[in-house]
Nanobody
Framework: QPQLKESGGGLVQPGGSLSLSCEGS????????IGWFRQAPGKEREYVAS??????????NYATSVKGRFTISRDNYKKTAYLQMNNLRPEDTGVYYC????????????????????WGQGTQVTVSE
C-alpha cells in the first residue's frame, strides 16, 4: 500500500526557515512525481511546488507566491522529498501535504490536486511572531 508521511512542521517567526520532509513507502518512489500543497484554515488546498520523477529529469515547478523562497528536492535512494522554506511569511501558515502523481502527468498540470492519487496526512506550519 503506497504511503506518504510528512514531517518537519512547526512554529517559526516571520523571516525564518523550515524544512519539510516527505517519506514514501510501498511504491517505486523514483518513478512518481511528488507535489507539495498547503491548506490554510477556511481556504481551499493550494499548490506549492512539484518535482518530476527520474523519467521527467526531476523538473521542478513552483507557485508564484513561493518562487525564490521555497525549494523542492528529492533523494530517491532515501525515498524522500523535501521542501526547504525560507523567508517565511504569515500567509505561508497552513497544513502542508505531500502527494504523488503518475510520471505521465506533465509539469504543466502539476498544480491540479486531482492528478495526485495518494496523499500524506499533513504537517502544520505556523508563521507568527
Amino acid at each position: 500500500q503506497p504511503q506518504l508521511k510528512e514531517s518537519g512542521g512547526g512554529l517559526v517567526q516571520p523571516g525564518g526557515s523550515l524544512s519539510l520532509s516527505c517519506e514514501g513507502s510501498g511504491f517505486a518512489f523514483e518513478f512518481f512525481n511528488i507535489g507539495w500543497f498547503r491548506q490554510a484554515p477556511g481556504k481551499e488546498r493550494e499548490y506549492v511546488a512539484s518535482m518530476a520523477s527520474v523519467r521527467g529529469d526531476g523538473a521542478t515547478n513552483y507557485a508564484t507566491s513561493v518562487k525564490g523562497r521555497f525549494t523542492i528536492s528529492r533523494d530517491n535512494y532515501k525515498k524522500t522529498a523535501y521542501l526547504q522554506m525560507n523567508n517565511l511569511r504569515p500567509e505561508d501558515t497552513g497544513v502542508y501535504y505531500c502527494a504523488r502523481s503518475d510520471r505521465t502527468v506533465p509539469q504543466n498540470m502539476a498544480d491540479l490536486p486531482d492528478k495526485y492519487d495518494h496523499w500524506g496526512q499533513g504537517t502544520q506550519v505556523t508563521v507568527s511572531e
